[in-house]
C-alpha cells in the first residue's frame, strides 16, 4: 500500500468509524423506539378486545361447568355468557383481520368453538373433555400476550410490564377454581382430576402473587392489591381454598367437598372485578410508560445526529489538514528514495557481483537531522549502507571461495597428474609383469576418477572445463573417451553414428557430462549387465542415451533427480547432498551447453538417462581418403576419393601400432621410447588385450601436466583375471552405494 494511500485511509478510516458508530446507535435507538410504538399501537388495538374474550371465555367455561353440573339456572347463564362470547370474538377478528399470522393460535381455537359447545349441550366427551378447551384457549390469548406485547428493550419498561402476564395468569388460576367449584354443583362432588386440579390452580395462584406480581408493582399499585387482598371477599376466598383442602371427604366417586364453598360464588364475582380494575391500570401504565420512552429515544436520536455530526465535520478536517502536511514533506523523501532504490542501488549491487569498485558519494549518507522526516532519510540511508555491505562482503566471499575451490583442485590435481605419469612410468618399467600391470591398470583408472572429482569442485564453484582440443571430434570418439574416463568401462556398449563431430570447444563439457551419467549407471547396475549409450541425430540435434539395467526407482525419486538436472542448487542444497553431487556437476554443465537431460524409467526396468545437445554444437564429418598404414595380421585399404573440403574437416583417425607383453597386456611407452616388441604367444591364441586409457586427455589447464601420445587400443576382451576384478570392484562398489542409501535414510 503507498504511503498516500495510508495516510488517507488514516484519515478515512475514524471518521468513517465514527460515522458508522454514530448510524449504527441511532438505527438501534429508532428501531426500539419504532417497537415500542408498534407495542404500544398494538396493544391499544388488541389488548382490551382480547383481554374482553379472556374473561368472557373464563365465565363461559364456568357456566358451561355449571350446567353440565345441573346447576339450577345455569342454562339461561350460560346462553347469555355464550352470546357475550360471540361479540367479544366477533369484535377481536374485526380488529385481527389484517394481522391473523400474530395471533394464529387463538383464532385456530376459536375456531373450535362451535363444535365444543355442540359437544357440551349433548354431553358428549364428558366434562373432562369439554372444559380443557376453554382452558387451552385462554392460555393461547395469554400467550399472545406474552410474545406480541412483551417487546421492552428498555430495562426500565421491562421492570413496569414485568407483572403484566402473571397478573393474567393468576387471574386464570383463579378462574379455573371458580370453573371448578362450579362443576362440583350442588352435589359437592369432585372427581380425584378435578380436585388435583383445584389445588394446582390455588397453589400456582398463591405463588404468582407472591413471587412475580407483589414484588414488581409500583407503589401505587401495591396499595390497592393491598387493599384487595384485605378485603372480606378475598379473605373468603383464601377460607374456601383453605377449607377445600382440609375439609374434604373421601368418597367412593371421588371427593365430597365441604359446605363453605356456597360462598365462593358472590366473593368471586366482587373481588374478580377489583383484580380486572388492577390488570387494566397495570396495562395503561405499560403502554403510557412505552409512548413516553419511544418518543424520548427519538430525541436522543436527534441530539445523537446533530452532536455526532458536528464532531465528524471537526475531525475531518483536521484529519485532511494533518494528512496534506505531512504528505508535502514527504513527497521529497519519497523522489529521493525511488532514485536510490530503483537506480543507484542495484547499479552498486550489480558493480559489486562483476568485481567492481562502488563510488561511495553515490550511496545517501547520514545528515542527521533531528525532525521525523531527516530521521526516516537517515535510517534509510544506514539500510543502504548495510545492504552494500552485506552485498559487498557475500561477493568478496564467493570470489574467495572460488579462489580457494580452484587452489585445492590446483594443488590436488597436481598431484594427480604426477600420480598419473607414476602410473605410466610404472606401466613402461613393469610391463612384462602381466599380474603387476593390471593392478597398475587398476590404479590409472581410479586416479581418473580422482581427477574427474576436482573437474566437478571446478564445476560446482562456478568454473569452466576449458577444452584444448582444436579440431572437431566425432561422436563415435566422444562416446569412447567419456566410456574410458569410467571405472568399469568394460561394461559399457557404445553405439554411436559417425556422420556427426561436436565442436571442439565443448568437447571435454560434454564428455565429463556423459562420464558422471556413465558412472552413475554402472554403479546402481548389476555386474554382469551392460550400460548403453547410443548417440543419434534428432530434430533438435543430437540425442545421447544411456540405458542400465539398474533397481527400479520410485516417480517421486525421478522428479526430485530431474529437479536438480534442471536448476542449479545453491550452496546449501549442496552442502546438505556432499555425497550425491553428481547430479548438480551434471545440471551445470547441461545449463553451460543449453542441452536437456531427462532420467526415466527404462523399459528394461532400470533408468534411462536421455541428453539433448543442440544442433549448434554439432558438425558435420567430412571423410577424407584413408591412407594405407601397417597393420599386423591386416591388410591394406584402397584410397578413395575425398568429397570437396568443407570449412571443418575431420580426418579418419590411423590405426597405430599397439604393443603388448609376453602375456598380452597392452604395454605403455613414453615419447621417443624404443618400442617394446611382442613376445611369443603360448599355443592356442593368445590372449586379448586390455584396453589402454591415455590420461589427460580433456583435464583442465589448470591441472594439465605433459603427458603421453595416446596410444590406440587393440580390440577388448576381458581374460578370467579380468573379470574376477571386475566382480570384486563389484562387490566393493556394492558397498559403497548401500553405505551412501543407509546415509540418505532419516
Not at 587398476?442 to 572429482?453: E, H, I
Amino acid at each position: 500500500m503507498r504511503l498516500r494511500t495510508l495516510l488517507i485511509w488514516l484519515a478515512v478510516a475514524p471518521t468513517t468509524a465514527m460515522g458508522i458508530q454514530v448510524a449504527v446507535t441511532a438505527e438501534r435507538l429508532l428501531t426500539q423506539s419504532e417497537n415500542l410504538r408498534a407495542d404500544v399501537a398494538a396493544a391499544e388495538r388488541f389488548g382490551a378486545p382480547l383481554y374482553t374474550l379472556m374473561v368472557d371465555l373464563q365465565a363461559e367455561r364456568a357456566a358451561t361447568a355449571a350446567r353440565w353440573a345441573g346447576t339450577a339456572g345455569a342454562e339461561e347463564e350460560l346462553r347469555d355468557r355464550r352470546e357475550a362470547t360471540d361479540r367479544a370474538a366477533a369484535e377481536f377478528r374485526r380488529l385481527a383481520g389484517g394481522s391473523a399470522e400474530p395471533f394464529g393460535d387463538v383464532n385456530q381455537r376459536l375456531d373450535g368453538l362451535a363444535a365444543y359447545r355442540q359437544n357440551a349441550d349433548a354431553r358428549v366427551g364428558g366434562a373432562d373433555g369439554t372444559l380443557p378447551y376453554y382452558t387451552g384457549a385462554i392460555g393461547a390469548i395469554i400467550q399472545a400476550y406474552q410474545q406480541d406485547f412483551s417487546h421492552a428493550q428498555d430495562a426500565e419498561l421491562a421492570q413496569v410490564s414485568r407483572p403484566v402476564v402473571p397478573m393474567l395468569s393468576a387471574t386464570e388460576m383463579v378462574a379455573r377454581e371458580d370453573a371448578i367449584l362450579a362443576l362440583a354443583g350442588p352435589s359437592r362432588e369432585l372427581s380425584p382430576a378435578g380436585f388435583d386440579q383445584f389445588i394446582s390452580a390455588m397453589g400456582a395462584h398463591r405463588y404468582l402473587n407472591e413471587t412475580w406480581i407483589a414484588p414488581y408493582l409500583s407503589e401505587g399499585d401495591r396499595r390497592f392489591y393491598e387493599r384487595i387482598v384485605a378485603s372480606p371477599d378475598w379473605q373468603t376466598k383464601i377460607r374456601i381454598e383453605n377449607a377445600v383442602v382440609s375439609g374434604h371427604k373421601d368418597i367412593e366417586s371421588g371427593v365430597r367437598l365441604p359446605a363453605e364453598i356456597g360462598g365462593w360464588r358472590s366473593a368471586h364475582e366482587n373481588f374478580s372485578v377489583q383484580m380486572a380494575t388492577l390488570n387494566v391500570d397495570r396495562a395503561r401504565e405499560v403502554l403510557t410508560r412505552g409512548e413516553a420512552k419511544a418518543a424520548e429515544l427519538q430525541t436522543e436520536v436527534a441530539w445523537l445526529i446533530g452532536m455526532s455530526g458536528g464532531g465528524l465535520l471537526v475531525v475531518v478536517a483536521v484529519v485532511v489538514l494533518t494528512t496534506r502536511s505531512v504528505l508535502r514533506r514527504l513527497r521529497a523523501l519519497h523522489e529521493r528514495t525511488v532514485t536510490v532504490a530503483e537506480e543507484t542501488l542495484p547499479d552498486v549491487v550489480a558493480r559489486l557481483q562483476r568485481g567492481q569498485s562502488v563510488d561511495a558519494g553515490a550511496l545517501p549518507t547520514v545528515r542527521g537531522d533531528q525532525d521525523e522526516v531527516g530521521r526516516i532519510s537517515d535510517a534509510f540511508a544506514r539500510v543502504v549502507a548495510v545492504s552494500v555491505d552485506g552485498h559487498r562482503q557475500l561477493a568478496a566471499e564467493r570470489h574467495g571461495f572460488g579462489m580457494f575451490a580452484a587452489g585445492i583442485a590446483s594443488r590436488t590435481g597436481n598431484l594427480v597428474s604426477r600420480q598419473l605419469g607414476l602410473t605410466e612410468d610404472l606401466q613402461d618399467t613393469f610391463g612384462h609383469d602381466e599380474a603387476l600391470l593390471a593392478q597398475l591398470m587398476r590404479s590409472d583408472q581410479l586416479t581418473v576418477g580422482m581427477r574427474r572429482q576436482i573437474e566437478n569442485l571446478l564445476i560446482l564453484s562456478g568454473g569452466e572445463v576449458p577444452d584444448p582440443h582444436t579440431e572437431p571430434m566425432r561422436v563415435a570418439d566422444l562416446l569412447r573417451e567419456a566410456a574410458a574416463e569410467v571405472e568399469d568401462f568394460r561394461r559399457i556398449e557404445r553405439q554411436a553414428l559417425d556422420e556427426a563431430s561436436v565442436e571442439p570447444r565443448v568437447i571435454s563439457q560434454i564428455s565429463h557430462l556423459l562420464a558422471e551419467l556413465l558412472d552413475n549407471a554402472t554403479r546402481f547396475s548389476p555386474p554382469r549387465s551392460k550400460v548403453v549409450i547410443r548417440a543419434e541425430l534428432v530434430a533438435d540435434g543430437l540425442s545421447v542415451e544411456i540405458e542400465d539395467r539398474g533397481p527400479r526407482v520410485t516417480p517421486a525419486s525421478y522428479e526430485e533427480m530431474n529437479g536438480r538436472l534442471h536448476s542449479a542448487p545453491p550452496y546449501s542444497v549442496l552442502a546438505q547432498n556432499a555425497h550425491r553431487l553428481g547430479l548438480f556437476v551434471v545440471g551445470h554443465l547441461a545449463d553451460q551447453l543449453r542441452a536437456t537431460v531427462t532420467l526415466r524409467r527404462s523399459v528394461y526396468g532400470g533408468t534411462s538417462a536421455v541428453v539433448i545437445l543442440p544442433g549448434e554444437l554439432l558438425v558435420k564429418t567430412v571423410r577424407e581418403a584413408p591412407r594405407a598404414t601397417a597393420v599386423p595380421a591386416a591388410a591394406a585399404v584402397a584410397a578413395e576419393p575425398a568429397p570437396a573440403p568443407a570449412p571443418r574437416v575431420l580426418e579418419e583417425r590411423k590405426p597405430e601400432l599397439v604393443l603388448h607383453t609376453a602375456s598380452g597386456l597392452p604395454s605403455r611407452r613414453a615419447p621417443g621410447q624404443a618400442p617394446v616388441r611382442p613376445a611369443a604367444r603360448d599355443e592356442g591364441g593368445g590372449r586379448p588385450a586390455l584396453p589402454e586409457r591415455v590420461p589427460q586427455t580433456h583435464i583442465t589447464e589448470q591441472l594439465r601436466a605433459p603427458r603421453a601420445p595416446e596410444t590406440p587400443v587393440g580390440p577388448d576382451t576381458a581374460t578370467p583375471e579380468e573379470v574376477a576384478d571386475a566382480w570384486a570392484d563389484y562387490e566393493q562398489g556394492t558397498q559403497a552405494v548401500e553405505e551412501e542409501l543407509r546415509q540418505d535414510q532419516p
